[in-house]
Nanobody, 119 residues
Framework: QVQLVESGGGLVQPGGSLRLSCAASGSIFRISAMGWYRQAPGKQRELVAISGNIPNYSDPVKGRATISRDTATNTVSLQMTSLKPEDTAVYYC???????????????WGQGTQVTVSS
Protein backbone atom coordinates (compact mmCIF):
# COMPACT_ATOMS: atom_id res chain seq x y z
CA GLN A 1 0.00 0.00 0.00
CA VAL A 2 1.01 3.60 -0.59
CA GLN A 3 0.65 6.31 2.04
CA LEU A 4 0.77 10.05 1.49
CA VAL A 5 1.49 12.49 4.30
CA GLU A 6 0.93 16.18 3.67
CA SER A 7 2.25 19.12 5.64
CA GLY A 8 1.96 22.87 5.44
CA GLY A 9 -1.15 24.94 4.93
CA GLY A 10 -2.98 27.00 7.51
CA LEU A 11 -4.14 30.59 7.66
CA VAL A 12 -2.37 33.05 5.38
CA GLN A 13 -3.02 36.72 4.73
CA PRO A 14 -3.83 37.89 1.21
CA GLY A 15 -0.62 38.51 -0.68
CA GLY A 16 1.24 36.04 1.48
CA SER A 17 2.89 32.78 0.56
CA LEU A 18 2.91 29.19 1.68
CA ARG A 19 4.58 25.88 1.00
CA LEU A 20 2.89 22.52 0.99
CA SER A 21 4.78 19.25 1.07
CA CYS A 22 3.76 15.65 0.51
CA ALA A 23 5.78 12.54 1.20
CA ALA A 24 4.88 9.19 -0.33
CA SER A 25 5.88 6.01 1.42
CA GLY A 26 5.04 2.33 1.54
CA SER A 27 5.32 -0.42 -1.00
CA ILE A 28 6.14 1.73 -4.00
CA PHE A 29 7.63 0.21 -7.12
CA ARG A 30 7.52 3.33 -9.24
CA ILE A 31 5.84 6.74 -9.22
CA SER A 32 4.76 8.08 -12.58
CA ALA A 33 3.27 11.40 -11.50
CA MET A 34 2.94 13.63 -8.45
CA GLY A 35 0.75 16.68 -8.17
CA TRP A 36 -1.62 18.84 -6.19
CA TYR A 37 -5.35 19.38 -6.43
CA ARG A 38 -7.69 21.55 -4.39
CA GLN A 39 -11.35 21.65 -3.49
CA ALA A 40 -13.14 24.76 -2.32
CA PRO A 41 -16.48 24.56 -0.46
CA GLY A 42 -19.29 23.79 -2.85
CA LYS A 43 -16.95 23.23 -5.78
CA GLN A 44 -15.43 20.26 -7.53
CA ARG A 45 -11.88 19.18 -6.94
CA GLU A 46 -9.59 20.86 -9.46
CA LEU A 47 -6.03 20.52 -10.62
CA VAL A 48 -3.47 22.93 -9.20
CA ALA A 49 -0.21 21.58 -10.60
CA ILE A 50 1.47 18.40 -11.80
CA SER A 51 5.22 17.92 -11.66
CA GLY A 52 7.24 16.88 -14.67
CA ASN A 53 9.97 17.95 -17.06
CA ILE A 54 7.53 20.69 -17.99
CA PRO A 55 5.26 21.23 -14.98
CA ASN A 56 1.61 21.79 -15.70
CA TYR A 57 -0.19 24.56 -13.82
CA SER A 58 -3.84 25.49 -13.84
CA ASP A 59 -4.64 28.95 -15.12
CA PRO A 60 -5.74 30.34 -11.71
CA VAL A 61 -2.31 29.66 -10.17
CA LYS A 62 -0.05 30.08 -13.19
CA GLY A 63 2.74 32.51 -12.37
CA ARG A 64 2.12 32.18 -8.62
CA ALA A 65 2.80 28.50 -8.04
CA THR A 66 5.94 26.38 -8.28
CA ILE A 67 5.83 22.61 -7.99
CA SER A 68 8.93 20.58 -7.28
CA ARG A 69 9.53 16.89 -6.93
CA ASP A 70 12.33 15.00 -5.25
CA THR A 71 12.51 11.54 -6.78
CA ALA A 72 15.05 10.36 -4.21
CA THR A 73 12.68 10.93 -1.30
CA ASN A 74 9.36 10.59 -3.15
CA THR A 75 8.24 14.04 -2.08
CA VAL A 76 6.45 16.78 -3.92
CA SER A 77 6.16 20.38 -2.80
CA LEU A 78 4.01 23.28 -3.86
CA GLN A 79 5.13 26.86 -3.28
CA MET A 80 2.47 29.51 -3.78
CA THR A 81 2.89 33.28 -3.64
CA SER A 82 0.59 36.28 -3.93
CA LEU A 83 -2.18 34.29 -2.34
CA LYS A 84 -5.77 35.39 -2.86
CA PRO A 85 -8.94 34.63 -0.90
CA GLU A 86 -10.08 32.49 -3.83
CA ASP A 87 -7.13 30.19 -3.19
CA THR A 88 -8.90 29.08 -0.01
CA ALA A 89 -9.51 25.35 -0.28
CA VAL A 90 -8.49 21.95 0.95
CA TYR A 91 -5.36 20.97 -0.95
CA TYR A 92 -4.78 17.32 -1.80
CA CYS A 93 -1.59 15.60 -2.81
CA UNK A 94 -2.03 13.13 -5.66
CA UNK A 95 0.34 10.39 -6.67
CA UNK A 96 0.06 7.92 -9.54
CA UNK A 97 2.13 4.94 -8.56
CA UNK A 98 2.68 1.27 -9.12
CA UNK A 99 2.81 -0.65 -5.85
CA UNK A 100 5.25 -3.50 -5.33
CA UNK A 101 2.42 -5.99 -5.23
CA UNK A 102 0.71 -5.01 -8.45
CA UNK A 103 1.35 -4.59 -12.14
CA UNK A 104 -0.73 -1.49 -12.76
CA UNK A 105 -0.65 2.13 -11.74
CA UNK A 106 -3.14 3.54 -9.26
CA UNK A 107 -4.26 6.94 -8.05
CA UNK A 108 -3.46 7.74 -4.42
CA TRP A 109 -4.66 10.76 -2.46
CA GLY A 110 -3.47 12.49 0.67
CA GLN A 111 -5.84 13.33 3.50
CA GLY A 112 -5.94 16.99 2.49
CA THR A 113 -4.65 20.11 4.17
CA GLN A 114 -6.68 23.27 4.67
CA VAL A 115 -5.42 26.54 3.23
CA THR A 116 -7.32 29.65 4.24
CA VAL A 117 -6.44 33.03 2.77
CA SER A 118 -8.00 35.76 4.83
CA SER A 119 -7.13 38.95 6.65
Amino acid sequence: QVQLVESGGGLVQPGGSLRLSCAASGSIFRISAMGWYRQAPGKQRELVAISGNIPNYSDPVKGRATISRDTATNTVSLQMTSLKPEDTAVYYCNVVARPNSGSGYYNYWGQGTQVTVSS
